[in-house]
């Protein structure tokens, strides 16, 4: 499309009407190094839906001990899994949106961003307006919902119409946990990874990211969504799951059981032959790769295993790009009609 040529002479050019879509993840380090990952965990931990501590008493904590002691411990971590591409977050969202984008064609501008770090959400949907998107589909690649994570995503996006004299339209992405397009590319995952292993799993392990027990009490549906996908999957599959969650931080209560004391536990009830799928995570990060793949290797084999497996993220597998086509298409009806 071109750019309207036919206005009165000093009008401001007007691009063509367009359709965007922004592809949305959590986000990541610049570099792996105490310095951006500081920078990083500065902008995360300062969000009011991630922390909900009053600023008053978690602004001291956050700049005083936290932000001098764990930049150094995460950016070793981050160390472990980058490539040179960046971190594996960064590369994979970046491709799921390249794939997308090669779906929708000339249908669609589908980009990719990041709430914290970049490429920033208010920079992207800036820059989308500006080529001319006057419709934008926000789609945070969660499946399940939280305030952590997909309503401040959208918070971040809205801030930004807020400063817009010419917003476009927006529509958002709902969470997809109980999506059968989502859970038959989790089956395919997993069954493809089973024909890899030179071992039968006595289990199969599904961890979620963890969220503070009191945002459950407070009506955030994100236990309630996790528990749904493995019910499903669960069928799906036709064999139990076992289910944890990871990535605790801070004193609070958080949704039990642990990931890491499952798989201490695990071993001691018999199971020595582990497989771990992580339906929480719409692409292999830090939480997946370093914590779960090496640190939840250690712990499982210290405790007694023998064998230990994980299930990559759906990242950009073919099964991932046909099931998020197939839902980014539907919430654009009426919008475009993709090939």
Not at 113 to 134: H, N, T, W
Request: hydrophobic letters at 40%.
């Amino acid at each position: 499309m071109t750019e309207n040529t036919h206005l009165p002479n000093g009008h401001p050019k007007v691009a063509s009407p367009k359709i965007g879509v922004v592809v949305i993840n959590l986000g990541t380090p610049d570099a792996p190094t105490p310095s951006a990952v500081k920078r990083y965990l500065k902008q995360f931990l300062s969000d009011r839906r991630v922390v909900e501590i009053p600023p008053i008493i978690w602004q001291p904590i956050l700049r005083g001990i936290i932000l001098n002691v764990r930049p150094k411990k995460s950016a070793h971590a981050y160390q472990q899994v980058w490539t040179d591409k960046g971190s594996p977050l960064a590369a994979i969202t970046a491709a799921q949106a390249e794939a997308l984008q090669q779906h929708f064609g000339d249908h669609a501008v589908v980009v990719h961003a990041m709430r914290y770090g970049r490429p920033a959400i208010g920079d992207v949907i800036r820059k989308l307006k500006a080529q001319g998107c006057e419709r934008i589909l926000l789609a945070p690649l969660y499946p399940q919902y939280s305030g952590a994570t997909t309503a401040t995503a959208q918070d971040e996006a809205f801030r930004t119409l807020m400063e817009m004299r010419w917003q476009p339209a927006i529509r958002t992405l709902p969470p997809y946990h109980d999506d059968p397009a989502y859970i038959e590319a989790l089956k395919i995952s997993v069954e493809k990874r089973l024909a890899t292993l030179d071992f039968v799993p006595d289990a199969i392990l599904a961890s979620f990211h963890g969220m503070p027990t009191r945002t459950l009490e407070l009506g955030d549906p994100y236990h309630c969504h996790c528990m749904k996908t493995v019910r499903l999957l669960s069928e799906a599959l036709g064999r139990k799951l076992e289910v944890s969650f990871q990535s605790r931080f801070g004193r609070a209560k958080w949704l039990e059981p642990s990931t890491e004391q499952t798989l201490i536990n695990l071993p001691q009830n018999n199971v020595r032959k582990l497989l771990v799928i992580m339906p929480g995570f719409a692409a292999d990060c830090l939480e997946t790769v370093e914590e779960i793949g090496l640190r939840g290797q250690e712990s499982f084999l210290a405790a007694g295993g023998t064998h230990y497996a994980l299930v990559e993220c759906l990242n950009d597998a073919p099964e991932s790009i046909d099931f998020l086509s197939k839902i980014v298409t539907r919430e654009l009806a009426g919008w475009i009609t993709a090939d």
